[in-house]
């Protein structure tokens, strides 16, 4: 077909010109979308990134009539250079009733259980070895399910309390999580410890990877009933007997979970007993530090693939919604102040002035300056790069095993 060119085509008729298309104009819809989600979380009925409850907040419980039988299971592997401050600490606690103390250590190589034994000094620790790990059960998890048969033929406690090797406990730890268990009649009573926040890699990553957490498992839907939310955090988890019956006075329920704490929580409530969860500022405390990034990135890619269910899909979706909400504001507000793009910039700026004010109860929650809210979106893609390295090794072949070392 031949057409005519544009100089003998009637005054009306004009060439065909290609559409443009601006980049920066249609980078702004996506920052804008961003802004309307961080501030659709600062409105969230969940308050998810205040940080609230706290348990150093609360009103202490009046004290039950009579104190129950309590028994405490602490898994440990390797744990012999925390152990000489973690353990006097629960062996100390000031609760008015009986309580016994079990050690499972799990195939230690750094004389874990000679140690603990040392440190006893009140004759109320029973030190146990666990040395094989079933088929289908976790490390964690399978010491916990052998100091449990060995705890119940024993005795008749009415709470079981689990807790890490390396969690630091006040002395009124215990008494405190029982008093409000039986007042709230709870299934679950969980404190997550207050992280170490000193180094580096730390302050950078610990106030985040506790936010990320609460966005998760928003604390106060998790305490309210109606909700149907579940969390736990399995540094200090005080369980009913009774909410232990109906799991079958076991762990199996649990027995394959990497992440035991928020799968415990979920197969209680499954049974219809109510949870609570609240952070601890100083009465409960974990001494496990993180002196640099790989460190970190070794806690976070234990448990990252296996928290979206092992889903290659939801992977791509978490990754691409980590590049979208903590990269693009900042690139987006850069941008449209380098090339005079107004509309682009305003978008960025807004999204990044939101995630910033939403991180301001985490920042000073660890006594940290204000300005590191900033630092939200570096975190962001820190725990992005985290995730594609637990997606990969998962597809590679490489174990995850209970306490894995920076290296591995």
Same mark, same amino acid.
């Not at 005519?4 to 980049?23: F, N, Q």
């Not at 079981?160 to 405190?176: G, K, N, Q, V, Y």
């Not at 952070?279 to 001494?287: E, G, P, Y």
């Given at each position: ?24 104009? *249609?980078? $702004? ?13 600062? !409105? ?6 205040? /940080? +609230? ?8 419980? @009046? ?39 079990? #050690? ?12 603990? =034994? ?9 030190? #146990? ?8 059960? $976790?490390? =964690? ?13 024993r005795h008749d406690p009415a709470?079981? /309390?689990? $807790? ?16 409000q268990s039986l007042d709230l ?23 985040? !990877?506790?936010?990320? *957490? ?12 109606? =909700?149907?939310? %579940? ?26 979970? #990497? ?11 499954? $049974?219809?007993?109510?949870? +609570? ?12 530090? %993180? ?10 890619? +234990? ?6 269910? %092992? ?14 909400? *903590?990269?693009? @504001? ?34 000073? !929650? *660890?006594?940290?300056?204000?300005? +590191? ?36």
């Open positions: 077909m031949w057409l005519a060119p544009a100089s003998c085509m009637g005054d009306d008729l004009h060439p065909l010109k290609p559409v443009e298309i601006d980049v920066w104009d *249609f980078l $702004t819809w996506p920052a804008a979308v961003a802004a309307l989600i961080w501030f659709g979380l600062l !409105f969230d009925s969940a308050r998810r990134w205040d /940080f +609230r409850p706290v348990d150093e907040d609360q009103s202490p419980t @009046p004290p039950p009539s009579c104190w129950p039988e309590v028994v405490i299971l602490v898994p440990a592997r390797n744990e012999a250079v925390n152990l000489p401050e973690t353990l006097p600490a629960l062996l100390d606690q000031d609760y008015p009733g009986p309580f016994h103390l079990y #050690l499972i250590d799990d195939r230690s190589t750094d004389g874990t259980a000679a140690l603990a =034994k040392t440190l006893d000094h009140r004759g109320n620790l029973v030190v #146990l070895p666990n040395t094989e790990q079933p088929a289908g059960w $976790t490390g =964690k998890v399978s010491a916990l399910e052998h100091g449990l048969r060995v705890a119940l033929d709470f079981i /309390f689990c $807790t890490d090797a390396d969690i630091a406990h006040r002395p009124d730890s215990l008494s405190r999580l029982v008093a009649k709870l299934g679950c009573n969980s404190r997550m410890a207050r992280l170490r926040c000193e180094t580096f890699a730390e302050r950078l990553c610990i106030p985040a !990877f506790v936010y990320f *957490f609460n966005l998760l498992y928003p604390m106060r839907w998790i305490n309210d009933p109606q =909700k149907r939310t %579940y969390g736990a955090a399995g540094g200090s988890v005080l369980l009913s007997r009774q909410a232990l019956h109906d799991l079958g006075d076991s762990f199996a329920s649990i027995r394959d979970c #990497l992440i035991d704490d928020v799968n415990l929580a979920r197969a209680v409530q499954a $049974t219809g007993h109510r949870l +609570r969860l609240e952070l601890s500022a100083s009465r409960v405390a974990s001494l496990r530090g %993180y002196p640099d990034l790989e460190s970190v990135a070794a806690m976070v890619r +234990r448990s990252a693939y296996a928290q979206l269910g %092992y889903r290659l899909w939801l992977g791509a979706l978490t990754l691409l919604g980590l590049v979208w909400l *903590f990269a693009l @504001p900042p690139l987006a507000l850069l941008i449209g102040i380098v090339i005079g793009h107004g509309a682009l910039a305003s978008a960025g700026g807004a999204a990044w002035f939101a995630m910033s004010l939403s991180y301001r109860p985490a920042i000073r !929650f *660890f006594g940290l300056p204000i300005w +590191r809210t900033v630092l939200l979106p570096i975190a962001g893609w820190l725990y992005g790069w985290m995730t594609w390295q637990s997606i990969w090794r998962h597809h590679r072949g490489r174990p995850v095993v209970w306490r894995e070392s920076a290296g591995d």
